[in-house]
C-alpha cells in the first residue's frame, strides 16, 4: 500500500497507509521532508496506519523538527488506535499537534 | 673369482710383487664385505683366506660382549675350533689389544708375560707366535682379530704381517659396524611400526570425533605415538550419558596399557553403577591390585542427566574441571580424592551441578602447561580467555578452535592434549512455541510480525499484550538490522519464542560481531530527537530483557521476557 498526498485547506497532507516500518519509513521520511523543502506547512493523516515502529516515529519528529526551525505548521490529523499506542509509548502525543481531522485542525488554526 | 687370482705362493719374493699381491687381496676382501648381504659367511670366508695367504695355523675373530667386558670368538679356523670361546678383557694378549685399542705381535709366547695360555690348555693346541689386530671403527673397538703361529719362514710373523692386519681388521670392523646399524635400523622400523599400530588400536578406544547435537565432545592429541591420556563418553539406556577424561602418569607404551586397561574397565562397569564415586571405587580396587611401577591414573568420571541438565561426577586427583555459568561466570570444581592406584580404600566424594544453560570444561595437565607464543603456560586463566574468545562458536568447533589455538604452528607439542566439553543442550527457555530464521532485511519485518502475532495469541495473551511484544521484537530486530549487522541485508537473525512457564521468553541471536552493549541504553524519553526510541520501546513493553555480552554459538543474543499468566 503505497503512501499518498494531498493539497487541502492550505496544507500539504501526507496520507501514511498500512505498516509504517523499517521498510517503508524511509518513503515516509522523504515524502514528508520533500513537502517542508518545498515550504508548505504539513499535516501527516494517520488514521490508514496499521503499525508504526520507532523509525516511523523518528521521521514525524525529524518532519516536527524541520517545521518548527523553518517556522512551518505541523501536526498529525486522524491518528488510528494503532498509531496512538506507540505514540503515547514514546510520550510524543505531548508534543505533535493531534486532531482528528483536517477540519478540526483548521478550526483550531482558528 | 678364485681362479682369476695368481698363485701368491709362487712369486712371493720379489717385494713389489708381493705389495701388488696384499693389496688385490685387501681390495677383494673389503668389497666382499661391502657388497656382503651375509656378513656371517663373508667373515668366515674372510679370516680363512686371510689365514692362508699369512701362511697361519689358525686364525680367529673375537667380538666384545657384555658392555665390552668380555670377548667372545665368533669365527675360527684352524685344528681346534674355539668359536664360542668366552674370556674376559682383563686376560691375554687378545685383551691386551682391545685395552690398548693397537696390534700386538708376540713373536714367542713363552716370554710374553701377557700371554695366558687359557686356550692352550683346554685345547691342548700349542701357540708359538701371535698377532692380534684390534677391530677398530670411529677410534670404537668392537672386536680382535687374532692370527696363531706362523707356518713358514722363521715361524714368526713380521712388521708387514701386521700392517696387512690391520687394515683388514678395519675393514671387518667397518662392514660389523654397519651390519649392526642395518639390525639397528630395521628394529627401530618395527617398534616405530608396532608403535604406530598400538596408537591407531588406542584411538579406536575414543569415541567418535565431534558433534554438536551432542551434549558431550572430546578430543585427544598425543605428544608421541600412544597417549596416556584418555576420555571416553556414552549414552546409557537409563536416557543418561556417561563420561570421562583421565591421565595416566607417565608417556609411552606402559602409560597407553594402562590407559587401555582403565578405559576398558570403566567402559564395562559405568553400566553397573548409576553412582559415580562407588564406580570409581570399584576401578581404583582393581587398578590397586594390578597397577605397578607406581603408576596411577587421575580422573574426572561421571553421569549427565540430557533432559535437567544435571552433571554428577567424582574427581580422582585429576585437574579441576572448568564451570562456565550461562551468565559467563568460571568456576573451579577441585578433587575430592587421591588418583586411582594409589590407595585401595579410597573413597571418592561426588559432586552434583547444573549445567543450567552453561557447560563444563574437562582437561588433563597437557592443555594448562602448554606454552603460549611468549613461552608461559597457558594456565587456567589463558584457557578461560580462550573459551570466552571463542564462545559465539558452536560446541564442537568451539572445542577444536581452542586446541588448534593451543597446539599452535611451530609450537612443539610437549605432552597429550586432551579435551572434554559438556555443554547443557537445554535452554533453561522453556517450551519452545516459536522459531524463525530470516534475513536481516526490513522487508522480511512484515511477515515476521504477523506470524509472532498469531504464535503469542496462541499462547494465551491478549490481543493487546500480543501486540506490544510484536513491537518490542520488530525494535530488536531493527536493532540487530541497523546498529549489529549496518543495514547488511545478507546477515541472519534467529528468533525464538518459548513459553517458560506463564512466562513468554523471546530470544533473538545475531551472528554479527558484537555490538557494545552501552550502545544499546534506553534514551531518556525528554531527550527529543528522531532516533533511539527502540530500545526504549522494548523497555517499556517488557517486564525484563537482558543483552548477553558473551553469548555461546552466536554474536550477540538478546532475550525479552514478559509475564503472560
Known sequence: MGFGHRTEGGYAVVELRGDVDLAR???????????????????????????????????????????????????????????????????????????????????DDG | MSAKRPDLRLIREDPDQVAVEQLALLAELIQEFASSLN?????????????????????????L????????????????????????????????????????????????????????????????SLLCAPLSVRGECVGVLELVNKRTGDGLFNPRDEALASVLASAAALAIHNARMAASLVEHERLKRELELAGDIQRHLLPPSCDSDFPVNGVNFPAYEVSGDFYDFFPLDNGRIYFNLADVSGKGINSALLMAQTSSLLRCLARDFSDPGELLTRVNREL??????????????????????????????????????????????????????V????????????????????????????LTAEHLPLDVSGLITLIERMS???????????????????????????????????????????ERRFSADPECLHGLRTELKSAALQAGCSAEVAGEIVLAVNEACMNIM???????????????????????????KDWAAPVDPSQIRPRPLDELRPGGLGTRFIDELMD????????????NCLTLRKRIA
Open chain 2, 343 to 370: 590407595v585401595p580404600e579410597t573413597v571418592f566424594p561426588v559432586s552434583e551441578i547444573s549445567l543450567a544453560g552453561g557447560s563444563l570444561y574437562l582437561f588433563t595437565d597437557g592443555v594448562t602447561e602448554s
Open chain 2, 482 to 508: 541497523q546498529h549489529a549487522y549496518q543495514g547488511d541485508c545478507a546477515g541472519e537473525i534467529l528468533l525464538e519464542m518459548h513459553n517458560n512457564d506463564g512466562e513468554l521468553v523471546c530470544v533473538l
Open chain 1, 25 to 107: 519509513s524511509p518513503e515516509a521520511r522523504a515524502l514528508i521532508l520533500q513537502f517542508l523543502e518545498q515550504r508548505s506547512d504539513l499535516l501527516v493523516d494517520l488514521s490508514e496506519v496499521a503499525y508504526i515502529d520507532s523509525s516511523g516515529v523518528a521521521s514525524l519528529v525529524e518532519g516536527y523538527q524541520v517545521a518548527k526551525k523553518e517556522g512551518l505548521k505541523f501536526g498529525l490529523i486522524g491518528v488510528s488506535e494503532a498509531a496512538l499506542s506507540v505514540l503515547r509509548l514514546a510520550r510524543l502525543d505531548q508534543v505533535f499537534p493531534i486532531h482528528s481531522d483536517l477540519d478540526a485542525r483548521i478550526a
Open chain 2, 392 to 434: 559465539e562458536l558452536e560446541s564442537c568447533e568451539r572445542l577444536q578452535n581452542i586446541v588448534a589455538e593451543i597446539r599452535r604452528p611451530g609450537a612443539r607439542q610437549r605432552d597429550d592434549i586432551t579435551m572434554m566439553l559438556i555443554e547443557s543442550q537445554d535452554t533453561g527457555l522453556g517450551e519452545k512455541l516459536f
Open chain 2, 65 to 128: 660382549e657384555n658392555e665390552n667386558r668380555e670377548l667372545v670368538c665368533y669365527k675360527c679356523v684352524g685344528p681346534v675350533d674355539i668359536s664360542g670361546l668366552r674370556m674376559d678383557v682383563s686376560e691375554g694378549i687378545v685383551g691386551k689389544c682391545v685395552r690398548e685399542q693397537a696390534c700386538q705381535m708376540v713373536r714367542d709366547v713363552r716370554r710374553s708375560h701377557d700371554f695366558s695360555g687359557t686356550i692352550d690348555h683346554s685345547s691342548g693346541f700349542s701357540t708359538r
Open chain 2, 288 to 341: 590397586c591390585e594390578t597397577a605397578s611401577h607406581g603408576m596411577f591414573v587421575t580422573i574426572v568420571s561421571g553421569f549427565i542427566e540430557p533432559e535437567s541438565g544435571r552433571v554428577c561426577f567424582s574427581n580422582a586427583g585429576h585437574q579441576p574441571p572448568l564451570q562456565r555459568g550461562v551468565d559467563g561466570s568460571f568456576s573451579e570444581i577441585p578433587a575430592g580424592a587421591p588418583p586411582l592406584g
Open chain 2, 39 to 63: 656378513l656371517d659367511e663373508t667373515l668366515q670366508t674372510a679370516i680363512e683366506r686371510f689365514m692362508a695367504y699369512m701362511d697361519a695355523e689358525a686364525a680367529s675373530l673375537f667380538l
Open chain 2, 544 to 555: 525484563d530483557w537482558v543483552f548477553d555480552t558473551t553469548p555461546q554459538g552466536c554474536g
